[in-house]
């Protein structure tokens, strides 16, 4: 189990936590930080790993990584492993980019219901906006955008 006060073999942990240690995106993409918490859960994509918080008092998994239980308010917790399987809960579709380098438009941004419970906010990159379903099965990839690697989902076999 992982704690608050044990994280120093965690993946991640040895991150900057000052933003002007970021590495410079010279493309112009943005990028998550990666400090604290949400680091070690890009740590761990880096690695090819998909994995989430589980609570060691209640067993519930969850992300956004955080340090306590919404649920039992424990304090204990370790980051498991996914089996990187969903389905499309909800998507919506962007027709004028907000962003220069999302300027290719349309694209939807999808939100994937995990096998295990929690929500992860991607791209279904096989599957044209126009295509998408509630319930579409999807299964998770890694994309390295510079020196970050996201989740992105393909269509599953179930």
Avoid: N
């Avoid at 073999?9 to 900057?16: I, Q, R, Y």
């Avoid at 998550?32 to 090819?48: D, F, I, N, V």
């Avoid at 989430?52 to 039992?72: M, V």
């Avoid at 004028?96 to 939807?108: D, G, I, K, Q």
């Amino acid at each position: 189990m992982t704690s608050m006060s044990d994280m120093s073999d965690t993946p991640g942990t040895d991150l900057p936590d000052d933003p002007a240690h970021e590495p410079a995106h010279d493309d112009g993409r943005p990028r998550p930080k990666r400090e604290g918490l949400a680091g070690e859960y890009y740590a761990w994509l880096g690695q090819g790993e998909l994995r989430f918080q589980r609570c060691g008092g209640c067993a519930t998994w969850r992300h956004l990584p955080r340090p306590i239980c919404p649920h039992c308010h424990s304090l204990e917790w370790s980051w498991e492993r996914s089996a990187g399987r969903g389905r499309v809960f909800t998507w919506t579709v962007t027709h004028r980019a907000l962003h220069p380098y999302f300027a290719e438009v349309p694209y939807a941004q999808v939100l994937v219901q995990m096998d295990e419970g929690p929500r992860v906010l991607s791209w279904v990159v096989d599957v044209e906006p126009d295509d998408l379903a509630f319930d579409l099965p999807v299964e998770v990839q890694f994309a390295q955008v510079g020196d970050t690697t996201l989740p992105v989902f393909v269509r599953g076999d179930r």
